[in-house]
């Protein structure tokens, strides 16, 4: 099994465990079990890195201080988008390059994730119309105003239709994993669990 390239936006204002959870997942997850494997990339499914809108510092929320690996004009072909949310997201959705690079990515990805309000951003790219989608719970008027063709779903966790979208901040973590499991089966995502100490439930 090849790894993904699995980029990951960051952005002034965004929530640091919408991007920090789902970095986490994958960047820790193996296909060869034990604390060892994790010591090398050799058995890796994906390949992790941040990407943002400029080559500076970006401040997340609470003030961390981020510096995102590559930038829309270096970033390396992407087989799976992870847009985090976070009060950022007010300004992403009018940020017409960060719009255009998530069209471009998402033409080619093999999957395109949201946590919380990064739908939103996702929605404004039109990558949500039609499809059954979440957010986090304080946003779905916004959503649903940016776009009144998504169907959106209450008291979930995660929705797949295809793009993957999450509700609010942990529960990208959860996302995370249903994608772990999907592209390298219950086994491998039950034991990034464990490595990583998280109380997955399957199916959440």
């Not at 991007?19 to 090398?40: C, H, I, Q, W, Y």
């Amino acid at each position: 099994m090849r790894s993904w390239n699995t980029a990951i936006l960051v952005f002034d204002g965004v929530e640091v465990l919408d991007f920090a959870g789902p970095f986490e997942v994958f960047s820790r997850a193996r296909l060869v079990p034990g604390t060892e494997s994790r010591r090398t990339d050799d058995s890796a499914p994906f390949r992790v890195f941040t990407v943002a809108p400029e080559k500076r510092e970006v401040v997340a929320t609470g003030g961390l201080r981020v510096t995102a690996s590559f930038t829309f004009e270096d970033a390396p072909p992407v087989d799976m988008l992870v847009v985090p949310g976070g009060f950022g997201t007010r300004q992403l959705v009018e940020h017409a390059p960060t719009l255009d690079w998530i069209r471009r990515v998402a033409a080619d990805a093999e999957l395109v994730t949201s946590v919380c309000t990064g739908a939103a951003v996702l929605a404004r790219a039109g990558l949500l119309a039609g499809k059954r989608a979440t957010t986090h719970h304080d946003s779905f008027d916004w959503l649903a105003s940016l776009d009144p063709t998504i169907r959106l779903e209450h008291d979930v966790r995660f929705v797949d239709d295809g793009v993957v979208t999450s509700a609010g901040v942990s529960a990208g973590i959860d996302m995370a994993f249903a994608v772990v499991e999907k592209r390298c089966g219950r086994e491998v995502a039950e034991e990034t669990a464990r490595h990583i100490e998280y109380r997955w439930q399957p199916g959440s």
